[in-house]
């Protein structure tokens, strides 16, 4: 280890090499959660749900989906267009059974572990 140390402060960088260099700010992709609250006693296939979902809403940019149980499904999306869109031309349904939606906040429990994309 002492002589990694050692040859490692041998090293020196050129002129050319010793620019500045700032790596871009990486910003978190922003996200627009909705939770859905499937009124049915009916086992939920996941599946299905964002089959009929994708084909309806024709989100731009797709979305993903997390089953957080108790009948209740978080779809989201990174377009807030999409949102509000699904928001205002509510009521939706599922298998002839009401779904109510509602606009999901950052900071609720069950933030995050989200399945794949849509």
Known sequence: MEDLSRDWSKFSLSERENTDFALPRTQKARTFVVAAKFLTSRFLVLEVVVRTFKQIWRSQNGFKIR??????VLFVFDNIQ??????QNQPWTFDKHLVVLKRYEEGSQGEGNYSRKW
């Open 67 to 72: 089953h957080i149980g108790n009948h209740i």
């Open 82 to 87: 999409d949102v509000e869109r699904i928001l």
